[in-house]
């Protein structure tokens, strides 16, 4: 299979990177969007620390990790001394306090499985969960931030990854598809194997961030800005790599032993993790090994129906760039059961 073949001339291949990128920048959010994100936490702080006055909160996930497309609710950590069997009752004075203050839709889910407070700002129209001292989340979501500053090529996969994702319906865990974060690991595993690379193995670098997390030690290279111009070696567009991306899921990776590690930059042997059988409900048949977590595997939540769909959509997804004339547009089409 090849990319070039198919498109015959440089002038498709030109006008395939510029479709895909206008759409990486019709999904950038806006400024004023960042700015009313800010405002709500400044609230959130103020209201936070007349409670709690020792508390802090951090922004996770997509509203700080630069993965996050327009429109996106934010997810904030309180990081707070409390006992885990405590956890409920602030999550419940929590909800309280910010009801009291005009905060919209405030609901605190004390037994999901990452309890949380939910609630909605009528002020800025921002949604956003709190949760309690998940702080590796805090962590990991630097180390995304962190991959993102080495080369735009990443955000711009990422982009289109979850959009696709998201059109697909495959970006649902709890119906055995996979996370954002997963999709994000996933395209910086890809550019980091690359030939030439075009993400390095920050965790396999000279450590110059480094904290230890509910036991985990969390470390890496966090310099980025060192780094300069780490993957110009290699020229690939995004249109390339959007269809090596999806080539490579569909049909080169060994899911039967391998595992995609972003700690090592490289793949690693489910048996190296005794990840060969089903264990309870984790049955590994697709590997994403969390970076710090390492026996957490990303990949847990599918399941033997919802591998068959992932598959199936990246077979689709591979097809398209390889055969569609305007393979854009339809890549991104909604799925319709
Ligand atoms: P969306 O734009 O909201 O789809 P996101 O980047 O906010 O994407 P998620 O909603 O999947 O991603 O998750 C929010 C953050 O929580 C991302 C990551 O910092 C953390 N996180 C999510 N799932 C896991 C996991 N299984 N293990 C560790 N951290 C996770
Ligand atoms: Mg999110």
């Known amino acids: 299979r090849n990319f070039k073949r198919q498109i015959e001339c440089r002038s498709d291949i030109d006008r395939l ?7 990486y920048e019709s999904l950038i959010p806006a400024e004023e969007e960042k700015a009313k994100q800010k405002q709500l936490l400044t609230l959130l702080e103020k209201l936070v620390g007349k409670e709690w ?13 630069s993965f996050g497309v327009l429109k996106s609710d934010i997810d904030v950590c309180l990081a707070i001394e409390v006992a885990d069997n405590k956890k409920s009752e602030v999550l419940l004075k929590l909800a309280d306090i910010l009801q009291s203050d005009n905060l919209q839709n405030v609901q605190a889910l004390t037994r999901a499985r990452v309890p949380i407070v939910k609630l909605m700002d009528p002020v800025t129209g921002i949604s956003c969960d709190i949760c309690i001292n998940n702080l590796l989340a805090v962590v990991n979501t630097k180390l995304l931030r962190d991959y993102a500053q080495i080369d735009v090529r990443l955000r711009q996969l990422a982009f289109i990854v979850k959009h696709w994702a998201k059109s697909r319906g495959v970006n649902e865990t709890y119906q055995g598809t996979l996370s954002s974060y997963a999709y994000v690991l996933m395209c910086i ?12 193995c920050l965790q396999g670098m000279e450590r110059t961030y480094a904290v230890t997390v509910d036991n985990v030690e969390c470390a890496y290279f966090d310099r980025v800005e060192k780094l300069g111009d780490f993957g110009c070696h290699n020229r690939e567009s995004i249109a390339q790599l959007v269809w090596a991306f999806f080539n490579y899921w569909a049909y080169c990776h060994d899911y039967a032993n391998d595992v995609i590690s972003v700690r090592t930059g490289s793949i690693i042997s489910k048996r190296s993790k005794d990840w060969t059988r089903r264990i309870g409900n984790d049955r590994h ?9 390492i026996r957490h595997d990303l990949g847990r939540v599918v399941d033997k129906y919802s591998i068959k769909v992932l598959r ?9 760039m390889q055969y569609d004339p305007n393979p854009c547009a339809t890549l991104l089409e909604p799925y319709i059961p």
């Open 17 to 23: 990177n510029a479709s895909f990128l206008a759409i």
């Open 312 to 320: 199936e959509e990246f077979e689709r997804a591979a097809e398209i």
């Open 53 to 65: 006055p020792e508390a802090r909160l951090y922004l996770y996930g997509s509203c700080a990790n």
């Open 285 to 293: 048949l697709i590997c994403i090994e969390d970076p710090f977590e």
């Open 189 to 200: 595993h890809f550019l980091q194997q690359r030939r030439p690379a075009i993400l390095p």
